[in-house]
């Protein structure tokens, strides 16, 4: 059986023999980009794709106008791109891009995993996003407009390396969205490092400002998902989250997340067609589209009843305490 990476090219390959792949076109872009940043426009691994590029700096722009902006850089995910590629790293599908500097960076990115229930099943799988809502605890991604807010830092726990038992701390990126993600605050939207603490047991540890009550803290495993799925936020690898929280600390900029809701029905219009993208006008990764079939929207309104209906029927379940570390 080929490995998901292969398959995925074959995949893609067969789409642009087929269907027609969207071509690496520039003309999309407002006339005005940079030459330099039009190099980096196309469907190719670390590459934008135009209509990425343009809605995102289209987004930039206007805020900066409105003086809401004042980062010289701005940020994009093309959530549509495969999570790995080829050779099997973790695909590139998230952009900073700071023209002043004639700077252009792509990085890998993790999407929403959702979840699959009795009455509804939008899950994604862990190479290419089927399913995108903008539904509380949905645990998927919503594409559209955001900006930059605070960063939050928290204690997750203990865990040992070389040898050494240390506290791990993960900072979170809070986003403020626009139309159909102004709720994000609402999911606890942002961007952080694609690595938690899976929690094992606990010791003693008086001494710590985290231990609880009778003097314990929580251990566990740092598990490390770069690249893969989320809870909805947008994760990055570590190095990268230092750069990118760096850049965003206290001078926020624009992110657009690519695709939209009225993207997603686009393309599922003109794959229920048997239309090409390229004549529908329309994007998605060719591989992943490939992949996945036709990719599906669930707005709140509709979800939303039935994610609060899966809670409520949940039973109660005592509060966690784990085992004494051995």
């Known amino acids: 059986m080929l490995p998901n990476s292969l398959r995925l090219a074959l995949s893609a390959m067969t789409i642009a023999i087929s269907a027609g792949a969207l071509p690496d076109r520039v003309d999309a872009i407002s006339q005005d980009a940079p030459a330099w940043l039009k190099k980096h426009v196309g469907t190719g691994d670390g590459q934008i794709a135009p209509i990425v590029l343009k809605r995102a700096r289209g987004l930039y722009r206007e805020k900066v106008r409105r003086g809401e902006v004042r980062n010289p850089c701005y940020l994009a995910k093309d959530a549509t791109r ?9 695909g590139k599908r998230f952009y900073v891009i700071c023209e002043s500097q004639k700077s252009f960076r792509a990085v890998s990115s993790g999407y929403g995993n959702g979840r699959k229930l009795k009455r509804a099943n939008f899950s994604n799988g862990r190479q290419c996003a089927k399913n995108f809502s903008n ?3 949905s645990k998927l991604t919503a594409g559209g407009a955001y900006v930059t807010a605070e960063t939050r830092t928290s204690f997750k726990g203990y865990y040992s390396q070389s040898g050494k038992t240390q506290p791990f701390y993960r900072t979170f990126l809070l986003f403020d969205g626009q139309g159909e993600t102004s709720n994000a605050r609402e999911r606890a939207i942002g961007g952080h490092p694609a690595v938690f603490l899976k929690w094992q047991c606990r010791f003693k540890n008086p001494q710590s400002t985290h231990a609880d ?27 990268a989250s230092k750069e990118i929280l760096a850049l965003v600390e206290g001078n926020p900029t624009t992110l657009y997340i690519y695709p939209e809701s009225k993207d997603i029905k686009a393309v599922a219009k003109a794959v229920q067609k048997g239309k090409s993208l390229t004549r529908a006008e329309v994007y998605w990764n060719a591989a992943c589209l490939q992949a996945i079939g036709a990719p599906k929207f669930w707005p709140k309104s509709s979800l939303q009843p039935i994610i609060n209906s899966w809670r409520a029927s949940l039973p109660k379940q005592p509060p966690l305490e784990l ?3 051995r």
Do not use: H, K, M
């Open 82 to 90: 495969p999570s790995t590629t080829r050779n099997g790293n973790p």
């Open 135 to 137: 539904a509380e605890g």
């Open 323 to 325: 085992p004494i570390c």
């Open 213 to 239: 009550n009778d003097g314990f803290v929580p251990y566990g495993r740092l598990v490390n998902y770069t690249g893969g799925r989320s809870n909805g936020c947008t994760t990055w690898s570590q190095p």
